[in-house]
């Protein structure tokens, strides 16, 4: 069964048809994980499309498969399957980085609570990493 991540809305992320998937669309695995996020835009299930993060250094870019658009208020929520396993594993990494970034923001929203990211990153991998989705395993 697939896992999908859920993208924190406060951190950008861009979606951009692939106009030419070219072979890697074939080598679409149904246990290699997955992304959730909500759009402005629909996609349609099974279009393939280049996520890219430009927010984490280096910038993040993968390719994915639309596995579902759902309408929802104020846009869509999008499941993406990652078309290669290696994509999968860092989109993964770049999630978590992305997760720790909206525990710092909302501890400065909610609490008044300034933090560094380092600070932030310690206390969100001892309260929240063992809740966050396991690596992609294939199955």
């Not at 996020?37 to 499309?49: E, G, K, Y």
């Not at 396993?85 to 400065?108: G, K, N, P, T, W």
């Amino acid at each position: 069964m697939r896992q999908y991540i859920r993208h924190p809305a406060d951190i950008p992320i861009e979606l951009v048809p692939a106009e030419d998937a070219g072979a890697r669309s074939r080598l679409l695995d149904a246990g290699i994980g997955g992304l959730a996020l909500r759009s402005r835009r629909a996609f349609a299930p099974a279009r393939v499309v280049t996520v890219r993060i430009a927010w984490v250094q280096p910038p993040f870019s993968a390719t994915a498969r639309v596995a579902w658009c759902r309408s929802c208020k104020g846009g869509y929520e999008l499941g993406l399957a990652f078309i290669d396993s290696d994509d999968a594993f860092r989109a993964r990494m770049v999630e978590q980085v992305c997760h720790i970034e909206h525990y710092r923001r909302r501890q400065l929203r909610t609490g008044g609570r300034e933090m560094t990211a380092d600070e932030a990153a310690r206390e969100w991998i001892e309260c929240r990493a063992a809740r966050f989705p396991a690596a992609w395993t294939g199955s």
